[in-house]
């Protein structure tokens, strides 16, 4: 993309915001979740975590190679875990806790537009945006996980997948993200981009996005 594109895209009013979930729309700890997983299986922190990396569940599950039911097979299978799947869903989303200020951001930019998030996770945690973090999703129009298009941010498959579904110009997508490499990623294909450090200064940028 030359660099007059680039600043054209940048003066452009997005048409939909795109926002990342872990890191932006919630504060993300694997520790939280391991802890939790740790709790209900009986094993020591350390060794969840060794057996999800054996079973690579989070790398299958990302990239749109394990079903909802699959990757929650594999991961009661690796973790000798004895409960239900809603138990499970609710273990595995323990790593998400919503950031209430940038929530209201967003809730404010749906009010004026389109919303959306996109971020790198499986269809267990697609199906608890509508369940144990429904306060999350239902703040917004489209959800979008990496699974859906079989790779994961910063490939440019993916942006390119959201631009089809969203039926949007890769111009008119801003993306909201704690990613340098994602955010440069989407550039790369011609999106706007927002590197998110902190509520006050999304709702600074965003404003002035906006408002051209």
Not at 36 to 61: N, Q, T, Y
């Amino acid at each position: 993309m030359s660099q007059n594109m680039e600043l054209a895209n940048e003066r452009m009013k997005p048409e939909v915001v795109v926002f990342d979930l872990g890191g932006v729309l919630c504060e993300f700890s694997t520790k939280r979740r391991l802890d939790a997983l740790s709790s209900a299986s009986g094993l020591p922190p350390h060794e969840v975590a060794l057996r999800l990396d054996d079973c690579r569940l989070i790398e299958l599950a990302d990239r749109g190679q394990l079903t909802r039911e699959a990757e929650y097979e594999r991961a009661i299978t690796a973790l000798e875990l004895e409960c239900d799947y809603p138990t499970y869903r609710a273990l595995w989303c323990s790593a998400f806790k919503p950031n209430p200020g940038v929530i209201a951001i967003a809730r404010t930019v749906r009010h004026q537009g389109r919303t959306a998030i996109l971020t790198n996770n499986g269809p267990v945690l697609l199906d608890a945006l509508t369940h144990d973090l429904s306060d999350v999703g239902r703040e917004f129009t489209d959800v979008f996980v990496s699974a859906m298009f079989h790779a994961t941010k910063p490939q440019e498959i993916v942006f390119r997948g959201v631009e089809s579904k969203l039926g949007v110009a890769a111009q008119n997508l801003l993306l909201i993200d704690d990613s340098m490499s994602n955010i440069a990623g989407a550039r790369g294909c011609g999106w706007q981009g927002i590197h998110f450090t902190s509520a006050a200064q999304l709702d600074h940028e965003l404003q002035r996005a906006l408002h051209k």
